[in-house]
């Protein structure tokens, strides 16, 4: 487990930062009948929380009032992977409207702007009864890059390689 202090540091770095700045995290939370389930869903850094933003009618939501621990992955789709991994509790916060950071969020898809008018305004008419932010406050997180981090069963491996080379020396 992580310190508080390590988990902000581990989050302050350029590359932590990089991810953070990604557009889609995946989610993991426990189901009502204890089961895992993992999705991916838009989300922002407000540089201390992660917050995604969903349906009044998400189904996630009753599992997450029932269990609100999460674990978070952001990652990227070239060799050598780079991944972040978090962990937190999700708070719930039901809102009037669009939240600011959902538009926020969705601002990076390409799109011009007749588009993003049009999009948004089709958000607006579809979640007119509001959304529900999802805030998670990091409690623990770790940073692999396959270079300076490892997962730590690779890591392991890599010493226990290690000190069979030195005892066969």
């Known amino acids: 487990m992580t310190t508080?202090?390590?988990?902000?540091?581990?989050?302050?770095?350029p590359l932590?930062?990089?991810?953070?700045?990604?557009?889609?995290?995946r989610l993991a939370?426990?189901?009502?009948?204890?089961?895992?389930r993992n999705v991916p869903v838009g989300f922002s850094w407000n540089g201390t929380e992660i917050v995604m933003c969903t349906a009044l009618n998400a189904p996630k939501l009753?599992?997450?009032?029932?269990?609100?621990?999460?674990?978070?992955?952001?990652?990227?789709?070239?060799?050598?992977?780079?991944i972040l991994l978090i962990r937190g509790h999700a708070e719930l916060d039901v809102t009037?409207?669009?939240p600011d950071e959902y538009?926020?969020?969705?601002?990076?898809?390409q799109m011009t702007p007749e588009q993003r008018v049009e999009w948004e305004a089709g958000v607006r008419?579809?979640?007119?009864?509001?959304?529900?932010?999802?805030?998670?406050?990091?409690?623990?997180?770790?940073?692999?890059?396959?270079?300076?981090?490892?997962?730590?069963?690779?890591?392991?491996l890599i010493q226990q390689q290690a000190e069979r080379q030195a005892s066969d020396s």
């Open 62 to 82: 009753a599992h997450l009032r029932q269990n609100p621990a999460v674990a978070l992955t952001i990652d990227t789709e070239v060799h050598p992977p780079k």
């Open 16 to 25: 932590s930062r990089e991810m953070l700045a990604r557009d889609i995290t």
């Open 96 to 98: 009037d409207g669009i």
């Open 125 to 156: 008419s579809l979640y007119h009864e509001g959304m529900v932010r999802i805030v998670v406050t990091p409690t623990w997180a770790k940073l692999i890059d396959f270079e300076t981090t490892l997962p730590s069963a690779v890591e392991e």
């Open 4 to 13: 508080p202090n390590e988990t902000t540091e581990i989050l302050n770095r």
């Open 103 to 109: 538009l926020e969020m969705n601002s990076t898809y």
């Open 29 to 36: 939370y426990v189901a009502k009948d204890g089961t895992p």
